[in-house]
């Protein structure tokens, strides 16, 4: 599973066989420069799920996440907001994140016909209450209760686990004693499948900002910056008119750019 934010993202993982696409509410600091997951808005969460949507074109499975305060005060706000993802942002299923206490909610939109996705351990809408991104379930009572979290939540109806930010130990146990797909993110090799941020992955990510447990698998960030110093560079230098392709040859009724 990877995350996409709009419909470059949703071909880009269409084209590379990405199983699920999320658009996690992480696009509140990867996209909207927040410090925290907090601000994210239903209609934002609607309209990136709309843009990937159309960049993906059926190819994966496309969760959207359930942002902050669009879940939390009642399950009659849960099901309308969760509606919103599904019709008007063509999301396939909701992803939200919390333990027992959600149980009733993940019950009602299960039974509204909504798949849910659960989402345990370190919860960045917990940001203020856990004292930062830290990890979580070190203790041997808070590892269990996050265990006790994620067989409640399987139980409730969830179709598929996220575990983030707990010790690799505790997220085998998880895998091995939860019956639904458990997908990992800063939570060791042992899970059924794993989870990164596109622009983690893709050395987007300011070096400052990564994740510690993040290898990017691409040099995205530096190679966007070498292009783009070497295109101000050229157009100073009065060169630009002269880089290769840049005349079309195919004359003047030709489209300036395909659709
Ligand atoms: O918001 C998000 O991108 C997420 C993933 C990191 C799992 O919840």
Request: cysteine-free; charged content about 25%.
């Given at each position: 599973?990877?995350?996409?934010?709009?419909?470059?993202?949703?071909?880009?993982?269409?084209?590379?066989?990405?199983?699920?696409?999320?658009?996690?509410?992480?696009?509140?600091?990867?996209?909207?420069?927040h410090d925290s997951t907090l601000p994210v808005t239903v209609s934002e969460m609607v309209y990136h799920t709309r843009m990937v949507a159309r960049g993906l074109k059926g190819a994966s499975l496309l969760v959207s996440d359930m942002p902050f305060l669009s879940y939390q005060p009642s399950i009659e706000t849960a099901i309308r907001e969760a509606g919103r993802l599904i019709k008007e942002g063509g999301a396939q299923a909701v992803k939200l994140e919390g333990g027992k206490d959600f149980v009733p909610t993940v019950r009602a939109l299960v039974s509204a016909m909504i798949p849910v996705m659960g989402h345990v351990g370190l919860l960045p809408q917990k940001i203020h209450a856990m004292g930062g991104f830290r990890l979580q379930g070190r203790e041997s009572a808070e590892g269990e209760a996050i265990l006790a979290d994620a067989r409640a939540l399987s139980q409730a109806g969830v179709f598929a686990l996220v575990?983030?930010?707990?010790?690799?130990?505790?997220?085998?146990?998880?895998?091995?004693?939860?019956?639904?797909?458990?997908?990992?993110?800063?939570?060791?090799?042992?899970?059924?499948g794993q989870v990164l941020v596109i622009h983690d992955?893709?050395?987007?990510?300011?070096?400052?900002?990564?994740?510690?447990?993040?290898?990017?698998?691409?040099?995205?960030?530096?190679?966007?910056?070498?292009?783009?110093?070497?295109?101000?560079?050229?157009?100073?230098?009065?060169?630009?008119?002269?880089?290769e392709g840049h005349d079309t040859k195919e004359g003047p009724d030709a489209p300036v750019r395909s659709q």
């Open positions: 599973m990877v995350t996409a934010y709009d419909a470059f993202h949703g071909r880009l993982l269409r084209e590379a066989g990405i199983d699920i696409a999320l658009v996690g509410d992480s696009l509140g600091m990867v996209v909207q420069g575990v983030e930010g707990i010790p690799g130990e505790l997220a085998k146990r998880i895998a091995s004693e939860v019956p639904v797909p458990v997908i990992g993110i800063g939570a060791g090799p042992h899970t059924d992955l893709m050395g987007w990510t300011p070096a400052e900002r990564l994740p510690k447990f993040v290898r990017p698998f691409s040099r995205g960030g530096e190679e966007a910056v070498r292009a783009l110093s070497e295109f101000r560079r050229m157009v100073e230098a009065g060169q630009f008119h002269k880089t």
